[in-house]
Protein backbone atom coordinates (compact mmCIF):
# COMPACT_ATOMS: atom_id res chain seq x y z
CA UNK A 1 0.00 0.00 0.00
CA UNK A 2 1.14 3.46 -0.95
CA UNK A 3 0.86 6.57 1.48
CA UNK A 4 -1.92 8.59 0.42
CA UNK A 5 -3.09 6.71 -2.63
CA UNK A 6 -6.32 5.84 -1.27
CA UNK A 7 -9.34 8.28 -2.17
CA UNK A 8 -10.62 10.06 1.03
CA UNK A 9 -14.00 9.47 1.48
CA UNK A 10 -17.13 11.10 0.38
CA UNK A 11 -19.47 13.15 2.89
CA UNK A 12 -22.24 12.76 1.03
CA UNK A 13 -24.54 14.45 3.77
CA UNK A 14 -22.69 17.97 2.77
CA UNK A 15 -25.75 20.43 1.38
CA UNK A 16 -24.06 23.14 -0.95
CA UNK A 17 -23.28 26.16 0.28
CA UNK A 18 -24.42 29.75 -1.14
CA UNK A 19 -22.31 32.82 -0.78
CA UNK A 20 -23.48 35.86 0.55
CA UNK A 21 -21.71 39.14 -0.90
CA UNK A 22 -19.39 39.69 1.49
CA UNK A 23 -17.95 36.56 0.49
CA UNK A 24 -17.51 36.02 -2.64
CA UNK A 25 -14.13 35.79 -3.91
CA UNK A 26 -12.06 38.10 -6.19
CA UNK A 27 -12.14 35.36 -8.70
CA UNK A 28 -16.03 35.81 -8.93
CA UNK A 29 -16.54 38.85 -9.01
CA UNK A 30 -18.89 40.53 -11.61
CA UNK A 31 -17.16 41.48 -15.14
CA UNK A 32 -15.96 44.98 -16.30
CA UNK A 33 -19.23 47.31 -17.93
CA UNK A 34 -18.09 46.56 -21.48
CA UNK A 35 -16.34 49.39 -23.57
CA UNK A 36 -17.98 51.76 -25.33
CA UNK A 37 -17.06 51.97 -29.29
CA UNK A 38 -16.00 55.66 -28.30
CA UNK A 39 -13.32 54.20 -25.58
CA UNK A 40 -12.43 51.57 -27.75
CA UNK A 41 -10.76 53.58 -30.46
CA UNK A 42 -9.23 55.78 -27.91
CA UNK A 43 -7.77 52.74 -25.81
CA UNK A 44 -6.76 50.98 -29.01
CA UNK A 45 -5.62 53.79 -31.98
CA UNK A 46 -5.41 56.38 -29.90
CA UNK A 47 -8.52 58.33 -31.73
CA UNK A 48 -10.57 60.32 -29.33
CA UNK A 49 -13.67 60.94 -31.01
CA UNK A 50 -15.65 63.03 -28.27
CA UNK A 51 -13.17 66.03 -29.37
CA UNK A 52 -13.79 67.97 -32.54
CA UNK A 53 -9.96 67.60 -34.79
CA UNK A 54 -10.93 71.36 -36.39
CA UNK A 55 -12.28 73.27 -33.75
CA UNK A 56 -11.40 71.15 -29.82
CA UNK A 57 -15.03 71.60 -29.38
CA UNK A 58 -16.85 68.80 -27.65
CA UNK A 59 -18.15 65.51 -30.63
CA UNK A 60 -21.07 63.27 -29.25
CA UNK A 61 -21.99 60.01 -30.99
CA UNK A 62 -25.33 60.42 -31.75
CA UNK A 63 -25.69 56.76 -33.83
CA UNK A 64 -24.27 53.42 -33.80
CA UNK A 65 -24.22 52.03 -37.40
CA UNK A 66 -23.46 48.47 -38.01
CA UNK A 67 -26.04 47.42 -40.76
CA UNK A 68 -24.09 46.89 -44.15
CA UNK A 69 -26.80 48.11 -46.12
CA UNK A 70 -27.30 51.56 -44.08
CA UNK A 71 -23.72 52.05 -44.19
CA UNK A 72 -23.23 51.78 -48.01
CA UNK A 73 -26.36 54.31 -48.46
CA UNK A 74 -24.42 56.73 -46.29
CA UNK A 75 -21.25 56.45 -47.85
CA UNK A 76 -23.15 56.63 -50.99
CA UNK A 77 -25.20 59.73 -50.20
CA UNK A 78 -21.82 61.21 -49.06
CA UNK A 79 -20.04 60.60 -52.24
CA UNK A 80 -22.48 62.61 -54.05
CA UNK A 81 -22.11 65.70 -51.95
CA UNK A 82 -18.46 65.53 -52.22
CA UNK A 83 -16.94 68.59 -54.33
CA UNK A 84 -16.00 67.09 -57.75
CA UNK A 85 -12.42 68.23 -57.27
CA UNK A 86 -12.14 66.05 -54.38
CA UNK A 87 -13.15 62.97 -55.72
CA UNK A 88 -11.53 62.73 -59.22
CA UNK A 89 -8.29 64.91 -58.47
CA UNK A 90 -6.18 65.11 -61.76
CA UNK A 91 -2.46 65.42 -62.17
CA UNK A 92 -1.20 68.45 -63.82
CA UNK A 93 -0.19 67.86 -67.73
CA UNK A 94 3.82 68.06 -67.88
CA UNK A 95 3.38 69.53 -71.32
CA UNK A 96 1.33 72.55 -70.26
CA UNK A 97 4.47 74.06 -68.33
CA UNK A 98 7.17 72.33 -71.23
CA UNK A 99 9.39 75.08 -72.67
CA UNK A 100 8.43 75.68 -76.10
Same mark, same amino acid.
Given at each position: ?7 P ?11 T ?22 ? &?? %?? $?????? @?????? !???? +? &?? %?? $?????? @?????? !???? +? ?9 ? @?????
Amino acid at each position: MVPGSAKPARNKSKKPTIQTDTETSVDQALPCSPLSWAERLKR &VF %DI $DISVCP @LCGGTL !RVIA +D &VT %DP $DAIQTI @LAHLRQ !RAPP +DAVHRQRPQND @LFAAS
